[in-house]
């Protein structure tokens, strides 16, 4: 077996691709919003969040714990973080939320919602359009589907027998 002794082009290559990853964001803190105080509420499924942004370091806390405690799930966590993220302004607001109902799914939306609200009550003018536009404003309707009479769920019917 004969030995790869140039390792110098390889080393080059590995150390140009380390310094940008995916969750890279140049841009950010970068945002042209105005830095005031603003409250949204969200709603989604069952689950109702209650959002104040006030300025600050971009710290949340929900429910009196913080979002990586809260939401261990780093999707959940972007998923919150978004329209934030969106306008450019992490690190300029800290985020108070009260959050109740529905399972971690319906409250991550719903405090999604209630920050896209929050930003566009604080700064209609530049924030509305991006965050209309990302479809962050528009409320998700989806809800359970209720139960019927005769049924053993919304649509499943019960077993049927020949004889």
Known sequence: MAE??????????EETTAAFTTETNSGAGTGTSTIAPGYGTGRRKEAVARVRLVPGTGEWKIN??????YFPSKLLQREVNS??????LEGKFDAIVLVDGGGTT??????????????????RDANRAALKKAGFLTRDARVVERKKAGLHKARRAPQFSKR
């Open 106 to 123: 319906g409250q991550a939306g719903a405090i999604r919602l209630g920050v896209a609200r929050a930003l566009n009550a604080i700064d």
């Open 4 to 13: 790869n002794t140039n390792n110098s082009a390889v080393t080059e290559t």
């Open 83 to 88: 329209p934030i993220v969106l306008l450019k």
């Open 64 to 69: 009196g714990r913080t979002l990586e405690e």
